[in-house]
């Protein structure tokens, strides 16, 4: 697939890039997708949720009443479940909600995001660019030049750049990335994939394995 490659400024350089058949052009792998964004949210959580039990409500352990002849049932601490203020029975405790996949199958998780993007024509390939110092306006003005202010973008860059990065920080529904922190959640939850030209080449070198 070929695209066109613009400046950020909207202007069109005259030159095209071919996107490689095996980044960008997979069978698509829904299953490898579904685990690989489960594992990114998974990794997300904090995992600190947590209530008190029995054992660890601060109260006395007194007997509240005799055993027999109440007419309700026998109780014995009032740091029981069942009592207001008692222990939570089976309550949240901390845990890691990590889990492990396989680098290959990232891969492919990955492969197969971009190949949609690519099947939606939702990729816009600009020259590679910097700006002077870091203005949230020059961002907007790169969205507006490329028609995607109103979509939820994400810019691929081939590496750091503090002036891009921070000039994008502010604006809804915009993510800034390099290509090797490049993850199925991010493709799949922009709109459209803003790829700086020398980012492919990253990209490919990551997943042509």
Known sequence: MSI???K????DTGRKVTLSSEVFGVKPNDHAIYLDVKQFLANQRQGTH????RAEIVGSTKKIKKQKGTGTA?????KSPIFRGG???FGPQPRNYSFKLNKKLKEVARKSALTYKALDKSIAIVEDFNFEAPKTKEYLN???????????TLLVLPEA??????????IQNTKVVMANMLTTYDVLNADNLILSEGSIEKIDNLLKK
């Open 4 to 6: 066109s490659v613009v």
């Open 8 to 11: 950020y400024t909207g202007e």
């Open 87 to 89: 222990g939570r029975v």
């Open 142 to 152: 790169m969205l507006s030049a490329l028609a995607l202010s109103d979509k939820k």
């Open 161 to 170: 750049n503090k002036s891009v990065a921070l000039s994008g920080r502010n």
């Open 50 to 53: 947590k209530s008190k039990q």
């Open 74 to 78: 026998r109780a014995g601490s009032i």
